[in-house]
């Protein structure tokens, strides 16, 4: 397969689709809600409100189908490194984590679909690797405290209620063991929070050399493999972590409050590894060599 024609950058692509994808599903999204609560209000249009309230996301999400089936044939039929494409794409909300429903083909054309199986084609093979001249040999990532001090802002009413059940006279017995339980719950969440803030450790350092964190010891890039960052998701909280293979195990670090965020940790590890494989190649070469 030629690459001739392929002259869109990652981050332009990305950018599109933020622009042609995201954003008017958003929209749509939110003047429903809009619309729905000024039917309520100023109309009292008691049935049209849960009317407005279920079609609005059932239109932001046959739009986000179909802008994003188009965007993502665009995309990879014009960019070069398609395997960096679709992790971006996935972490921007470009394309669907692996795992996620069906319902996310609605109003995808059959076209589409049979235009993005012909494309992957591309995934056999490889990226080619760009360097970052403003990536160091070496960066170490920490606790961000301004991160934790804002983290403390959606705490202070889970405590704030709790103190507010304990404090009112004459509830009952079941109030202030709920009260107690959110007290106990808020400053928990406040203690591990400020102690995360004030943790000076580095919490992961990645080189040319490797790689280590607070949980897993260094590993050259040779003893390393399958390094990404993934979202899980559980009810309503999301969590992001870091993984990767080592030898006789699996890291998997949560990712939370971090002076540097997902996407900036996703291209250090393109970085680095594509520097340890371009070092690797040498030394292969040298050797034959001599």
Known sequence: MSFTFETVSVEQAIQKGRKDVVLPSILIFILS?????????????????????V???????????????KWRIWAFENVRNVHELKERARNSGLMKEDGSPVFFDIGVSQADKEKWK???????????????????????VYYSKTKKYLTLLFYVPILGVGVLMMSIPDVGTYVRIWGAFLMVVGIGLFYITIRDAYNGKPQITISNEGM??????????????????????????????????????????????FTLNRSKIDHLLRVYRGRANQKAKRTRINDKQS
């Open 33 to 53: 809600i809009a619309v729905g609560f000024t039917g309520f209000i100023v109309f009292s249009l008691i049935l049209y409100f849960p009317l407005v309230m």
């Open 55 to 69: 079609a609005g996301p059932v239109m932001a999400l046959m739009c986000y189908s179909k802008k994003s089936a």
């Open 118 to 140: 012909s494309l992957q084609e591309k995934f056999k093979h490889p990226d080619v690797f760009s360097d970052d001249p403003q990536v160091p040999p070496e960066t170490v």
């Open 212 to 257: 280590s964190n607070a949980e897993t010891p260094f590993y050259p890039w040779s003893q390393i493999r399958d390094e990404r960052t993934t979202m899980s998701t559980s009810g309503r909280i999301r969590s992001i972590y870091l993984n990767y293979y080592f030898p006789g195990g699996l890291c998997r670090f949560t990712l939370d409050g």
